[in-house]
């Protein structure tokens, strides 16, 4: 009985059986083999082994195989975690420096070197780095900033956490990206500071939104290695901010950055997110990284322009194979390099119909956009970015999608008449 009840949970993690049917085939199990498999349970509470005396946990492992192929579905995203990664992240809880220290500032030197900027400082997520670059750019509550509609609410989040006043931009219905006319329509004197997403990984014209001459931040949490003009974006505005989000190019589970060439910027983002040990006060924060968080993203940037190219082959082969179906993203314009963090397609037909049909065939498919910023602010005037949320779906594209799965996703594309 004992056996019975302490196998539960580990058939259940092994499996990964619905309730109804795990609990049959474990009836089913312990009435043919009768309490013959053993669970030691050692000193650590994620270590337990089986001790095979019999064929029950073959059988469980042959039978968790047809039902993993039963069940198997392709996810929207997924992270690209190795050996060398879990190497790395147990070396640094293993050296028992598990807070902010060496590893961190090995992180941020490497990162900075790869966007080619004097430095770099490492935060908690994106959100937290968007803040503390808003902040450092001295943007209050008197302000306004400026930012796509068509981008995820922790844009909006960073500048409400200010206080400053969003100004919502329409995107270019091609590029997705800020388009720089409406963005010049909009621009008033109290709009202090420019947010530029590098949406899904292909540059913006950032080149001519810094030359409008207000202070820019350019959000890489897309768009890590993308290039504009053969410079990495992020080395354009005055200011850029990185995630490092589980689901990101490359990740720290949670995590972000801010960069820049500027000592100034730089030193007043090292002072504000960490309240410990000052001289005066100001209201400052705790939005840390770890030397955990920072051994993993020093371990995943060694193969980040690996990551790229395997991101930029299968934009390759969806490219090739559903050109004629369906409207597709803008690959690169002769200056700027996409990284593909995602593929969008653009269909005629309804996207809700189309996401239902994907997760009934077991593909994740999803908005790129989950509702437009206008959307929730009750805004209008926003066509591109409303006819663009209409029609737009992200379908999976990652470096561990097999050929099997590429395949079925093309197969599953073409067969609904996108
Ligand atoms: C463009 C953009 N900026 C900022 C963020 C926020 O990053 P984080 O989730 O690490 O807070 C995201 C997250 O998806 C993003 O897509």
């Known amino acids: 009985m004992l056996y019975f009840v302490l196998g539960i949970p580990l058939y259940k993690g092994f499996c990964n059986f619905s309730d109804s049917s795990f609990h049959a085939l474990h009836c089913l199990t312990i009435l043919v083999f009768s309490k013959t498999y053993i669970l030691h349970g050692i000193a650590s509470p994620s270590l337990y082994t089986y001790s095979k005396i019999d064929v029950s946990l073959p ?3 042959l039978l968790s195989v047809f039902n993993e192929k039963k069940e198997a579905i392709i996810p929207h995203s997924k992270p690209t975690i190795n050996e060398e990664d879990v190497v790395a992240v ?5 050296s028992g420096n598990i807070a902010q220290r060496e590893m961190v500032e090995k992180f941020e030197r490497e990162i900075a070197n790869y966007i080619g900027l004097k430095g770099g400082v490492a935060t908690s997520s994106g959100s937290t780095a968007l803040h503390l670059a808003l902040l450092a750019l001295d943007v209050t509550k008197k302000d306004a900033v400026a930012i796509p509609s068509y981008v995820c609410t922790a844009v909006l989040n960073a500048v409400n956490y200010i206080g400053a006043s969003p100004v919502l931009i329409d995107i270019h219905p091609d590029t ?3 388009d720089v006319e409406d963005l010049k329509r909009k ?3 109290h709009v202090r500071a420019i947010i530029v997403p590098h949406a899904f ?9 810094t030359g409008l001459g207000i202070p820019v931040v350019e959000d890489c949490a897309q768009s890590i290695g993308a290039t504009y003009k053969n410079k990495k974006v992020g080395s354009f505005g005055n200011v850029s901010v990185f995630s490092f989000y589980a689901t990101k ?3 720290t589970s949670e995590g972000g950055m801010v960069a820049s060439n500027s000592n100034e910027l730089l030193g007043k983002v090292r002072d504000l997110k960490d309240y410990d040990n000052k001289e005066n006060y100001i209201t400052r924060y705790n939005y840390k990284m770890t030397d955990i968080q920072a051994s993993l993203g020093l371990s995943q940037l060694k193969r980040l322009n690996q990551f790229i190219e395997i991101r930029r082959s299968i934009a390759q082969r969806y490219t090739d194979e559903l050109k004629d179906f369906c409207a597709l993203p803008i690959n690169h314009k002769s200056d700027s390099k996409h990284i593909y963090y995602r593929y969008i397609i653009k269909l005629r037909r309804d996207v809700e119909g189309f996401l239902k049909l994907s997760k009934e065939k077991g593909i994740n498919c999803e908005r ?7 959307k929730y602010l009750n805004l209008s005037g926003f066509p591109n970015t409303d006819s663009v949320w209409k029609r737009a779906v992200s379908i999976p594209i990652y470096p561990t999608l097999t050929e ?3 395949k079925t996703i093309i197969e599953f594309v073409k067969s609904c008449k996108p």
């Open 90 to 94: 147990s070396n640094t809880l293993r």
């Open 368 to 374: 790129p956009i989950f509702k437009p910023l206008h």
């Open 201 to 209: 990984g292909l540059p913006a014209d950032i080149e001519e939104i």
């Open 176 to 178: 997705l990206n800020l």
């Open 404 to 406: 099997e799965n590429i």
């Open 187 to 189: 621009l008033t004197r």
């Open 59 to 61: 059988l469980l492992m």
């Open 249 to 251: 190019v490359i990740t």
